[in-house]
Each structure stands twice: as C-alpha cells, then as structure tokens.
Nanobody
Framework: QVHLVESGGGLVQAGGSLRLSCTAS????????VGWFRQAPGREREIVSP???????YYADSVKSRFTISRDSAKNTVYLQMNGLKPNDTAVYYCAAKKGNGNLVPANNYDSWGQGTQVTVSA
C-alpha cells in the first residue's frame, strides 16, 4: 500500500475555486491509477474523477467542465482543480490509489486511501 495525504480543502463561497492535492509517500505511485471520491453526510461515497497511469481522465457528470484532475509524477502528487463550486459539492473528499488501471469507478477497486479533506461551499 501507499500512504496518501490530501490537502487543500476549506470553506469557499459558491462560484469559488479550490485545488486539492493528494501526495503519496512510502513509494512512488507512478504505476497507480488515482481517483478522487467524495462523501456528503448521509450519502454514499461517489467517484468524482480518476486518472490512469497514462494520464487519461474521467469525470462524473456532476463535475464535468468544472473540475480538472492532473498528476505530477515528479512530485508524486495528484491534483483536483475545482472551479465554479456549488453548495452541493460540499463533502469530504478522498483520494485513493490502485495498482494499474482497469475499472476506476468503484471505490472497492482501490487499495489505498487518504484520510480525507473537508470541502464546504456556502451559498
């Protein structure tokens, strides 16, 4: 497993932006696909956006055109740039890693998880 730490969450007004970071330690995760998930109170954890080892991306319909995922292998970090934030984006955001690619949507397919970072968007 790889140790993951998220950062960059906070409180922002609707329409604002945040950039989340997911940094790996213990080993490089250049050979891991990485996904951002979120979980709002009373709701199941849902995929936001994964990125493959080769840099291909996928976005949930609810965040498409507003969020951008990217990875910097030199820094062992994956980012989630979130623009045009809405109150229903409020959730704890988690990053997760899995060796290789495959189906990146189900949370159960990931091996390592960070502790999460809170994102709160006020109206």
């Amino acid at each position: 497993q790889v140790h993951l730490v998220e950062s960059g969450g906070g409180l922002v007004q609707a329409g604002g932006s945040l950039r989340l970071s997911c940094t790996a330690s213990g080993r490089t995760f250049i050979n891991d696909a990485v996904g951002w998930f979120r979980q709002a109170p009373g709701r199941e954890r849902e995929i936001v956006s994964p990125i493959t080892t080769g840099g291909s991306t996928y976005y949930a319909d609810s965040v498409k055109s507003r969020f951008t995922i990217s990875r910097d292998s030199a820094k062992n970090t994956v980012y989630l740039q979130m623009n045009g934030l809405k109150p229903n984006d409020t959730a704890v955001y988690y990053c997760a890693a899995k060796k290789g690619n495959g189906n990146l949507v189900p949370a159960n397919n990931y091996d390592s998880w960070g502790q999460g970072t809170q994102v709160t968007v006020s109206a």
